[in-house]
């Protein structure tokens, strides 16, 4: 089967022997060279069908060359001492935080004082009596019961006036509060409970029912459905809201992942979907925006009115905002880094060498993130220390690609030409303090998306992957900044 595949594979770029026979040496030479590219295509692309299959997807890179000589970019034999040209001492004040102690019950847990205590007093076998108390041993276990309903109750006795009076009724009774559904069963810690469930403990609906069976409980998954985009209905103005603080802010990540919908229109077969997602860091929140498809029109909309730093990938629809007034699209280090990351396997020493470079310009974010410096400290410092870095490594890519040591069609080459083209956006973080060096935190932001299309597969309709868009936003900065989503 192998051999059959490879057969049409190749056989475009492979002659006969009689072929070959009229042919001028530059044109053998450009057959070998065609054929030098499609073989280290698809020794490519089967690396990677090998890393999909048996490999870890994790993207940690370790160096097994000596610094210097990655550096440099010669063949240094590694006894060899570098020459020492100048000594630059650099000093900083690093801040350590002591953890809080855990308890005293060997090291365990302490477990919060506000939980229900349930007291069991276990008194000794033989008879005490005379004798005198002088403590006690207290030995606390974390217990749990399964959720459990209850009902509550809204009386509202009825009164009747003994005398007529002009104007009013004769019947006297309280108001009923405001409910989220008017006759219906559903409570609001319900409402919550169900909804976060699902968006955020990724449980569909089918297995919540399920579960409410065992406990004497059945909800028709219909009437679930309907109990969340009722509830959903409350939040919409909480969501408008919500989405003008996101845009109002001068500095947005974006980025877009799919979901599948159920289409009407389309029998047998689920429409590919797109949320658009977009997290302010400075203010800690997130915003999913639904939209049919992957084309510019969504994006262009939502951020007709935004003013100020928009980061992102390479992806094309992007660039139209990078010629918009009063936007400075930044680029994505991570997603540059991933191109070096793919040529690995093909090219390891110059891949390498930029990886390694590319792990020093990672190693000040970190400082600056360890030391909680201010914006103005961490522009200050990556001027000292990663800029320095950033203009070696362009001028090393120019050599590498305008040089012709590096093919075009090589995963090398790709990978310098990707970063080339985007080199003034991917270090235009270094000029500014509350910049981030990539958009891995909006990447973040998108990965209960990923883990809860695993669970219930797809959107009922083009209205819940908008509602799904909602809660996932208000879910989300709930994640974000530590607040519990129930409450």
């Not at 057969?7 to 070998?32: G, H, M, Q």
């Not at 009407?264 to 860091?281: E, N, Q």
């Not at 103005?376 to 490594?393: D, F, G, H, M």
Request: charged share 25%.
């Amino acid at each position: 089967m192998w051999l059959v595949i490879l057969y049409f594979i190749f056989a475009p770029v492979i002659k006969t022997d009689t072929a070959y026979e009229n042919l001028s040496r530059e044109e053998l030479l450009s057959v070998l060279s065609e054929s030098n590219i499609m073989i280290l295509k698809l020794k490519h692309e089967l690396d990677q069908m090998k890393r999909l299959v048996f490999g870890s997807r994790h993207e940690r890179f370790v160096s097994s060359v000596p610094q210097q000589q990655l550096a440099l970019g010669l063949d240094i034999a590694a006894a060899e001492e570098p020459q020492v040209v100048s000594t630059q001492t650099i000093q900083y004040t690093r801040t350590k935080v002591k953890p809080a102690k855990r308890g005293d019950n060997g090291g365990r847990m302490k477990l919060p004082a506000d939980l229900p205590r349930e007291q069991i007093i276990i008194e000794p076998d033989e008879d005490v009596t005379g004798m005198k108390r002088i403590g006690q041993e207290e030995t606390e276990e974390l217990e749990y019961t399964p959720g459990h309903f209850f009902v509550r109750q809204i009386i509202r006795p009825k009164y009747a006036r003994l005398q007529e009076e002009e104007g009013k009724s004769n019947i006297v009774i309280g108001n009923l509060p405001a409910r989220i559904i008017e006759k219906g069963i559903a409570g609001p810690g319900l409402l919550a409970q169900v909804t976060i469930d699902k968006y955020v403990d990724h449980l569909p609906l089918f297995r919540q029912t399920e579960r409410f069976k065992r406990a004497g409980i059945n909800i028709p998954i219909s009437t679930m459905s309907d109990w969340v985009a009722r509830g959903c209905r409350e939040l919409e103005v909480l969501y408008e809201v919500h989405k003008e603080l996101v845009l109002s802010s001068g500095y947005l990540e974006g980025d877009e992942t799919t979901i599948k919908v159920l289409d009407k229109d389309k029998k047998g077969k689920t429409h590919l979907g797109y949320y658009w997602v977009y997290r302010a860091p400075l203010e800690n929140m997130v915003l999913f925006d639904y939209r049919p498809g992957r084309g510019g029109t969504g994006p262009k909309e939502l951020l007709k009115d935004f003013k100020g730093y928009l980061q992102t990938d390479g992806y094309d629809v992007y660039d139209y905002f990078g010629n918009q007034q009063g936007i400075t699209l930044v680029g994505c280090m991570a997603h540059a880094r991933r191109k070096f990351n793919d040529a690995l396997a093909n090219d390891r020493e110059r891949a390498g060498h930029v990886l390694t470079e590319m792990q020093k310009l990672y190693a000040t974010e970190r400082q600056a993130k360890e030391e909680n410096l201010t914006h103005e400290q961490r522009y200050a410092l990556r001027q000292q220390e990663s800029v320095p870095i950033l203009k070696e490594l362009e001028q090393w890519m120019k050599e590498q690609y305008g040089g012709k040591s590096a093919l075009p069609e090589s995963r090398i080459g790709k990978a310098i030409a990707y970063s080339l083209r985007r080199w003034e956006k991917l270090c235009l973080y270094t000029t500014d303090g509350k910049l981030q060096i990539d958009n891995n935190l909006v990447e973040n932001a998108i990965r209960p998306v990923a883990i809860g299309r695993k669970n219930y597969l797809f959107a009922g309709s083009h209205q819940a992957a908008q509602r799904a868009a909602m809660l996932y936003s208000l879910l989300g900065t709930c994640k974000i900044n530590n607040v519990n989503p129930y409450d």
